[in-house]
Every structure is written in C-alpha cells, then in structure tokens.
C-alpha cells in the first residue's frame, strides 16, 4: 500500500512539473530597433534624392513614395527702405573713418595751436584724399574762426570741424535719385564705370533699395563681356523678385539695353537698371559703346540717371578713370563704393568737386543691403563719432 502511495505521489509531481514546463511562457524574440522613419533628401534647388535601398528595390517592392515636400517658391525678401540707411550703417563708416576724424579733433583740442598743429590739420586732411585745394581753404577758415572764438570747449571743437567738413561736402547739392516711373513709362537708370569698381553688385543693391520702397523693378544685363556679371543680376534679381534680361555672352550691349527698356515699358516696371561693361581700352571705344547703348534707350525713352560707380580705395587713379567716363557720358550721380575699406572718406568732396557732379549713394560692405543713399550730416558724424 505504501508503495503504490508513493507510486501515486511520484506520477503527480511529475504531472505538475511537465506542466509547469509546458504552460512557461517562451522568451519573446526581441524586436529590431525601429528604423529611422526614410525622408527623401530634399536638396537646396529642387532635386530629391531616395534613400539607398529605395533605389536599389525593384519598383513593385518600393515602399509607396513618402508624401512629397512641395517645391520651395524661391523667398521674396523684403529688403529694408533706403531712408535712413546710412545712419544704420554709421558703425562701418566709423570703423573705417574715425581714425582721421579722431586726430583731426585732437589737434584742434590742442592748448596751442602753432604753425605745426595747423599743418599737422592740414597734412590730416590731405591724407584722407580730400585734395590739396579743399584741405589748405578748411584749414584756412578753421584757423580763422578758432582765433575768433578764443578758448574752445570740445563740443565747440567738433560743431566747427562739422560744420566746415559738411559745407565742403556740399549740404544743398541735389543728391534726389530719379527713379519715379513718369506715368506708365518706367525711369530708366544707366549704370557705368570701370569692371571691378562693384557696378554690377550696385545695380543688384540699387534694385533692392527701390524695391525695398515698394518700386517695381527691371535689371538689364548690358555688361555682355563677362556671362557671369548676367549671372550676378539674375541671382540679385531673383531674391527681390526683380526680372532680369539678358543676351549671350558677347551679344550687342545696346540691344540687350534695348529689350530691357522695352520689356520695362511692356511690363509697366517702375524703374528699369542697366548694367553697362567698363572694360574698354580707348576712350573711343567707350564712347562708341556707351554713345550707342545710351542712343537706343532713348529711343524709348529718356535717360533719368547715369550713375558712375567709382570704387573709394583707388585714389587718384580712379579719379582718372572717372574724368574719361564723365567725358564720354553725361553722369548725373556718383556712387562711391568701398568706403568701408579706406580711411580716405575725403574723396567725396575731392569727385565732386572733380566732376561737378553729387555723390548720391555709398557703398559701405558686401552685404546687400550696404549701400545707402548719401547724406552729408550723417556721414559727417560718423567720421567724427559722437
Ligand atoms: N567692401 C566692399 N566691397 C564691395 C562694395 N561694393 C562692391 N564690392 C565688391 O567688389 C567686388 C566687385 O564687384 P562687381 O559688382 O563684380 O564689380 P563690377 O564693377 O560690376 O565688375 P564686372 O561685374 O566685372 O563688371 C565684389 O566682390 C563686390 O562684393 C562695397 O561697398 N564694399
């Protein structure tokens, strides 16, 4: 009896312990790490490029095409308006003056003003590339009226020095952009000077200035000497929405001046911009060239602006190429650009007094927004800090 008890208490554990083995739940297969959701690569400019396997899997086994980004619009950008520009970029005009602003106030704070300090003033200005003539006469007049004021206060220091520095820079000098379409007739702006002086960068930057003051405009690319002064405009242009028409390269200047007056006057475009080529050796083939470029506009229509681009850091050797420009083309405003790269901010009153003709914008960086139409008290200040 005993055993079969025990026989019997043997069969249940083992009956309990199969059990037990069978009903244990079995180790899960461990699932994979998930896989980064697959985007397709969307480059800058349009093009979409597949993950690896997508494109290694025949179609039917392509996993369905991810919903698609849409196509980015190029970005209008809204550049800012050109009033008050130069005073927001009075920091760079004053990186790059204040050095001559700073001596000049410091030798007229002198106790004494000797022969030494007055030709020491003098020598200051003259380096800033104001010109002999303009340097001796404010140096003249400042000299008068220190004599005449006895002691000086450095607030009385800096409102002589300013004063004498603005009315040579010519306070009431027209310096108005005419660019205002006349009814349903665009103005036409020319734009010339030697290559590398930055022309090509000011009709993009001029674009912007107007379009930044709600002005629609029309860029023609009249430099055909160089494909890549086209390519410039049309980048510049693209980023305002501003059309840019343009020929091959080697085309007829003056028809590709032509078709974008036309194209301006078609598309009722307030203000049309046209990029002229400078690299010509004789000033006969210049005059021929622009002569012809300037003939077909005003075919048109009449010329409002020709802008000389001259570029500040080139001295008396840009003054020389000014003076042939200014001979083949009636300029009507000078645009100086590279004035943050010189302390010779003195070469505005030197061109317009060379020229006859007003300083109107300033280029003051590579950043599109650094050019700023010119305002002599402004510029003034910024020379001479605050
Ligand atoms: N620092 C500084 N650089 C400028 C300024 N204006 C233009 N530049 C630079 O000067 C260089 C020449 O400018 P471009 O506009 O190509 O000169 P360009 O006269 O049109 O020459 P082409 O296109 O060959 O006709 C570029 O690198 C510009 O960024 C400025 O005000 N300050």
């Given at each position: 009896m005993e055993y079969v008890i025990l026989i019997a208490g043997l069969a249940v554990l083992l009956v309990v312990a199969g059990g037990a083995l069978l009903l244990r739940p079995g180790r899960r297969k461990q699932a994979p790490p998930a896989e980064p959701p697959q985007t397709p690569d969307i480059r800058p400019g349009g093009t979409t490029t597949l993950p690896e396997e997508d494109r290694a899997a025949p179609p039917a086994e392509r996993a369905p095409p991810a919903e698609r980004a849409p196509a980015r619009a190029p970005e209008i950008e809204k550049p800012p308006p050109g009033a008050g520009r130069l005073v927001r970029l009075r920091a760079r005009l004053a990186r790059s003056q204040s050095g001559f602003g700073r001596t000049l106030l410091g030798l007229l704070s002198r106790d004494v003003l000797d022969d030494d300090a007055w030709e020491e003033i003098e020598d200051t200005l003259i380096g800033a590339d104001i010109g002999v003539t303009v340097s001796r006469q404010i140096t003249d007049d400042l000299r008068t009226r220190v004599q005449v004021l006895g002691t000086r206060s450095p607030e009385e220091v800096r409102a002589l020095l300013k004063e004498e520095l603005v009315k040579q820079i010519g306070p009431?000098?027209?310096?108005?952009?005419?660019?205002?379409?006349?009814g349903d007739r665009p103005a036409v702006v020319m734009v010339v000077g030697v290559?590398?002086?930055g022309k090509t960068t000011t009709c993009g930057k001029l674009g912007r200035v107007l379009v930044g003051d709600g002005r629609t405009v029309l860029l023609g690319a009249?430099?055909?000497?160089?494909a890549a002064a086209a390519d410039q405009l049309e980048t510049w242009g693209s980023r305002v929405g501003a059309p840019v028409v343009r020929k091959d390269e080697g085309a007829d200047p003056a028809s590709v001046a032509f078709d974008a007056v036309k194209q301006g006057i078609d598309g009722k475009i307030d203000t049309v911009i046209v990029d002229t080529a400078g690299r010509l050796h004789t000033k006969t083939g210049l005059m021929d060239e622009l002569g012809k470029v300037k003939r077909v506009i005003e075919k048109q229509a009449p010329i409002d602006e020709i802008l000389l681009v001259l570029d500040a850091t080139t001295g008396q050797n840009g003054m020389q190429q000014a003076r042939v420009f200014a001979e083949v083309v009636n300029v009507t405003g000078v645009v100086l650009t590279k004035l943050d790269g010189t302390a010779k901010g003195g070469i505005v009153v030197q061109v317009q007094r060379e020229l006859g003709v007003p300083v109107k914008l300033v280029g003051l960086g590579e950043g599109p927004d650094d050019l700023a139409p010119f305002e002599p008290e402004a510029f003034v200040d910024a020379i001479l800090g605050d």
């Open positions: 009431d000098l027209d310096r108005t952009l005419r660019t205002a379409p006349h290559n590398g002086t009249a430099d055909t000497f160089r």
